[in-house]
């Protein structure tokens, strides 16, 4: 394997078959996309820690990234690629496509994605809001509002306060 090379779901399962030790598979998706499905022995290293995490990938193994669909393990590549990393291969089509392919998936947990319940809990606040608003008091439209703030400062700065705060939920602990 070379620099920037992607290689199919069924070629990378032949690959595990054949070279299995050979090979580090790195899911550069978020911890809770991880959990809720993955190609098994793949090790989590989100796409945005990769060069923070550099001790924990050998240079002597050929390396496979993979996100959702293929953006992210691309600029996780080209990270690595920066920091002499020669043995890097493309999951092509990423999760999604080793899923479609009926190929092995192991799962933590099962239950709804952090950004699911995220927008879920939004939802209803906003909505919960905007009703008592409407047929008790005008001042619960300012939860509507918090809320849609909070979505706002997310979109703009990655940071999501109500996502920290489910992911310590009990329902989602492992």
Known sequence: MTILQSISANDLQELINKQGKDI?????RSLDEHKSGSIPDAKCIPHDTIVDNLD???KDKNIVLFCQAGKRSEKACQALK????????QLEGGFSAWASNQLPIKQSRKAIS???QVMIAAGLLITTGASLGHFVNYSFWALSAFVGVGLFFAGVSGFC??????????????
């Open 56 to 58: 924990k990938i050998p």
């Open 161 to 174: 306060g109500m996502a920290i705060l489910l992911e310590k939920m009990p329902w989602n602990k492992v």
């Open 82 to 89: 920066e920091k002499g990393f020669t043995q890097l291969t």
């Open 24 to 28: 580090m598979l790195i899911d550069v």
């Open 114 to 116: 952090i950004q699911r």
